[in-house]
C-alpha cells in the first residue's frame, strides 16, 4: 500500500490557498461557487504529495479518496495474467481520477494508479463528498457533471478502439493530449493506445515524414 506523505512544515495558509486555487477555478468553469461553498472546498479536500513512481493505489485495496491533480500527471492501468500492462488514462493537472466502482460500493479495486512525476493532487474521501453533498447541494450537480463527462469520454475511447486505426488513435491523441507528448515514454503511450512502442515509433517516423 502507499505511504502517506506529509506536506512539510514550511508550508503557510498562502501556500494552501494556491494549491486549493486551481480547484475552484475548475469549479466555477462549471457552476459557480459562492464563498461559502469556496470555504466548504477548503475544508474537506485535502492537499497532498506523491512522488514518482508512488502507488495511489494497488490492486486489491479499496479506493477510499477521488483525486483532482493539481501538479504532475497520475496514470491508471491494469496489469494481464500475462504481465502485459494496459493504460486506461492519463490524469495530468486539472482532471480527476479514482476507480469509481471501488469508491462508491467500497470494495477492491482491480485496478491500479501510480505517479508518474511527482504529483500534488486534492483528495477527498468518500464520508467528505457526501458531507460535501449535504451542506451543498451545488456539489452533487458538480460531481454528477464530472461522472457524465467521464462516462462519455470513456464510451468515445471504446468506439475509437473498436472502430479506428492504430494512425487515428495517435492522431486523437495527439490532438486530446499536446502537453503530455513530451512527458510520457514511447512505452507509456503505446500502452494507452494499444500497439507495441515498435509499431508506434513507425507512426512517428511516419507523422515526422509528413510535415513539410
Request: glycine fraction near 4%; charge should be positive.
Amino acid at each position: 500500500m502507499s505511504t502517506p506523505y506529509a506536506f512539510n512544515n514550511t508550508m503557510t495558509e498562502n501556500s494552501l490557498l494556491n494549491t486549493i486555487e486551481p480547484l475552484l477555478h475548475y469549479f466555477d468553469g462549471l457552476i459557480p461557487l459562492n464563498e461559502k461553498e469556496k470555504g466548504l472546498v477548503g475544508e474537506k479536500f485535502r492537499p497532498r504529495l506523491y512522488r514518482k513512481k508512488q502507488y495511489v493505489l494497488q490492486e486489491g485495496d479499496v479506493c477510499t479518496q477521488f483525486y483532482f491533480i493539481v501538479r504532475g500527471c497520475l496514470r491508471m492501468y491494469k496489469i494481464d495474467d500475462k504481465g502485459a500492462t494496459h493504460i486506461l488514462q492519463f490524469a495530468p493537472e486539472n482532471n480527476w481520477i479514482n476507480d469509481l466502482g471501488s469508491f462508491h460500493q467500497i470494495k477492491p479495486s482491480t485496478l491500479n494508479i501510480d505517479a508518474l512525476e511527482d504529483t500534488v493532487v486534492l483528495q477527498i474521501s468518500h464520508a467528505d463528498l457526501i458531507s460535501l453533498y449535504m451542506a451543498a447541494p451545488k456539489f452533487d450537480r458538480i460531481f454528477r457533471v464530472l461522472i457524465e463527462n467521464g462516462f462519455i469520454q470513456l464510451q468515445e475511447r471504446l468506439l475509437q478502439n473498436i472502430s479506428s486505426t492504430a494512425d487515428d488513435r495517435y492522431q486523437s491523441f495527439l490532438a486530446n493530449y499536446p502537453h503530455l507528448i513530451n512527458r510520457l515514454s514511447q512505452v507509456q503511450m503505446a500502452s494507452f493506445l494499444g500497439i507495441t512502442p515498435e509499431f508506434l515509433s513507425k507512426l512517428r517516423n511516419k507523422r515526422s515524414k509528413q510535415k513539410p
